[in-house]
């Protein structure tokens, strides 16, 4: 049997079809026009299914579901997405209204929890069966899976592991509250805090490889800049190994996953920040040696992991 | 059938025979004496149990199984207390030591966690299956119910609510960290601000009813001089609720649990903490009215939590 897994957001709607091997067999996308009414992005994800079932020449009795992954707030056992910011829905019933489309089963999840599940079946933590996402973005999504299986919270709006305050009264966050994990440890939060440095110091690097304009600065530029010994910028990159570290210490005291992983463009930087983050942690966790510290790794499988995260959402009750 | 609970303690072992109402039938306790050698200690637990059982007139064949609640980490699944501070125990096989002395089955667990199981199948939540319990004492424990059953983490050393992080770098914790949620709502927290406010305010009433001796500060002053209207007493109280409140929304954005408990000597002031606790939470909570926000409720069982907790271990993995 196959399955079709669809990543909802803000710019495109990707979908994909997988075998029972977790391989993609094929796959498209289309933008999502988020100004327009659900309904129509709806329609859009159900052509989007059946153009690569057709491709494929696949007929409905042998695809045995299609999973979404959608930003924001899912509630996952009603099958709705309660809100979400990105693509301006509350309380559309997308399960039910994407399953008019279709005589097969249709779930949904968060796109950070398909992710992680994404990953944990066909990634970088295939080898385990609990492991802690963390998707380091414009925001900073989370993914938990338990025993191999997503973990939504017992009602929705759980697993939202970047709206953890960090710093109590610090940064404000999307979220309207301050000092939240994701207004430290998101890409957004980096480009903030480079920024600011670059202001403060106008002979460090920083400002240089911005080309003189702040505003050009992105994720990348505190890294390269650090590696090239500018002492502004290699506080900002340690600062940010701080703050990921003590965030990851949080989830590892309550979670103790196998794995912990990372994933978003910031993850370019492979080893280079996985190392400190685990050099950190190593002192963080609680008990120190005497309990299991994770080892964090970076996630694989890149925009593939919503898809094949979302195509597995099939049976996760079963 | 009958169970066996056990609740061993820095101070006490208590321990009783509940009937499968979760009514305790008999229950004891003994100091631990926890300066001598472990074996000793799991012998007195034995005996405890030999003599509640004489006192029921109960055979061993009637044992369906004990459980025991530690203090520290505790790594149920090898049956192993792999460290704690409060009795000087480092890898003491509890399981399989205090099996010596049965023939039925012997299941552990962490103290709190047990509290939590307690709470839910007799207690404050015997209405729901997911719950988060924290203990406010001395340090804060943290339990996790989901759909019933003892959430401990994926390894050894999980479900630790008190140790994550809630004021990066800020008070010292027990654990070695800085900032921990048990450096902020421990009542060893607490009395440690009304200490501070009191020497920093001389006329406040926090010294008048220290009897002014700083050092006979308690838990419950605090609440006491600010129902006097005492306004270096409100300001501590409502730190206090603020500090409550940040951590257990961290705990809702993750667990979004039926209902959270809290237990401890600062319940006795009943709704004077949970009601201001629950105000806040309705701002801090991921997604704010667009999705549940629990209940703060306080445990009701007391002592009896921890017995009929780790009694009802048995069977968590059937």
Same mark, same amino acid.
């Given at each position: 049997m196959y399955r079709a897994g669809i990543d909802l957001g803000g710019t495109n709607i990707k979908a994909g079809i997988i075998d029972e091997n977790q391989t993609i067999l094929a796959q498209a996308s289309v933008p999502t026009g988020a100004e327009r009414p659900a309904e129509e992005v709806i329609a859009d994800m159900a052509q989007l299914v059946r153009q690569l079932m057709e491709t494929l020449k696949i007929e409905e009795r042998e695809l045995a579901g299609i999973g979404v992954g959608a930003p924001g707030l899912v509630d996952a056992q009603a099958g709705v997405v309660r809100y979400s910011n990105n693509i301006s829905?509350?309380?559309?019933a997308l399960v039910r209204e994407l399953g008019n489309y279709f005589s097969c089963k249709v779930c949904i999840s968060n796109d950070a929890n398909c992710a992680a599940l994404g990953e944990v079946r066909a990634g $970088? $933590? =295939?080898?385990? !069966?609990n492991a802690i996402l963390l998707t380091l973005g414009t925001g900073v999504g989370g993914g938990i899976i338990l025993n191999g299986k997503?973990?939504? &919270? !017992?009602? $929705?709006?759980? $697993?939202? +592991?970047?709206?953890? !305050?960090? #710093? +109590? &009264?610090?940064e404000p966050c999307t979220c309207g509250r301050r000092g939240c994990v994701e207004a430290y440890v998101s890409a957004t939060a980096l480009i903030r805090d480079a920024k600011r440095a670059a202001a403060a110091d106008k002979r460090s690097l920083l400002n240089q490889m911005c080309d003189g304009k #702040?505003?050009?600065?992105?994720? =990348?530029i505190p890294f390269d800049a650090a590696l090239e010994g500018d002492k502004t910028a290699k506080e900002v990159v340690e600062n940010y190994y701080t703050y990921l570290a003590e965030a990851i210490a949080n989830y590892v005291n309550i979670f103790r996953p196998d794995v912990v992983l990372l994933s978003g463009g #910031?993850?370019?930087?492979g080893s280079r920040l996985t190392k400190p983050v685990e050099e950190h942690l190593s002192f963080l966790c609680f008990g120190g040696d005497r309990a299991f510290v994770p080892p964090v790794r970076c996630a694989v499988l890149g925009n593939d992991a919503g898809i094949i995260g979302a195509a597995n959402l099939l049976g996760q009750n079963s």
């Open positions: 829905w509350e309380n559309v $970088a $933590a =295939k080898d385990v !069966s997503v973990f939504e &919270g !017992s009602n $929705a709006g759980g $697993a939202e +592991l970047g709206h953890t !305050s960090m #710093i +109590l &009264g610090g #702040i505003e050009n600065m992105n994720g =990348k #910031i993850c370019n930087q």
